[in-house]
């Protein structure tokens, strides 16, 4: 239920205008989101540095309607990548394909991609695509699959409640693709996506197995203790050490498990999102673990 409810505040236009005109909700999201401005998210990464642990600045955002809104985030993302790297950051940048104009003109979509990639590359900043709602799952594996031909330190997010995803990560096995591993944070109707916990970790066990069979340096994004405990135990099965794939996190979530982690000599990146269209990436967050409505309502109440 409470999954069902956040959901539909996600799409509210009239909840959003009430909670990101709020100054209270609007402190109480810095626990999850970076700030509004590029810098605001390059002292979180410079932060975590310290700690020794990498990062991914995301651009929040999807889905633009013209191609001037595409051109505007791009021009984002390149300079995301480029502070990164004048900054001496362990930084990846993740990129949303709908931001690129991909459901606009799909030509200008690759245009853009292939531009943020060889920018990117030059400087030396690796590149995440991020995957989006199950209507966009084909295209973007298209994408990525072109992509990681010409920039195979491409890595592209998968995931684990989609039917689908099995079949997908199949046919990009010839690439031995880098992959992100997901739960998935989009409502799908059931007969496109596992809606039970339980079914959701198994298959989230059986992607795990597969990409450290097939995969390379693969990264599993997720904070729920069995499935890191999972991750580390196949990896042991599969003789890879624990800097043959990484760890990602949510900001905001689980800091002790991040240094516990990296203090156990594994690598650890934490997604850090910045920008103003921060409503509903948060709302998604608290609807794929319910726990983090916990973590908003006391930072709302300053405890």
Known sequence: MVNRVLMWAAGSPRLQRQVTQNPIARRAAHRFVAGERLDEALDVATSLASRRIGSILDLLGEGVTDLSGATSAVAEYEAAAQASAARGLDAAISIKLSQLGQTVDRAACVANLT??????????????????????????????????TAHPRTRLAVQAALRRTPLDLETLAPLKPRVRLVKGAYAEPLERAHQGKAEIRAQFKYLTDWLFEHGSDPAFGTHDDELIAYARTAAARAGKGPQEYEFQFLHGIRRDLQQELVDDGHRVRVYIPFGSAWYPYLTRRMAERPANLLFFLRALVGR
Not at 123 to 140: A, F, K, N, Q, W
């Open 115 to 148: 531009e943020i990639l060889d920018q990117a590359k030059a400087v030396g900043v690796p590149v995440e695509i991020d995957m989006e709602d199950s209507s966009l799952v084909p295209d973007t594996v298209a994408l990525f699959r072109d992509a990681a």
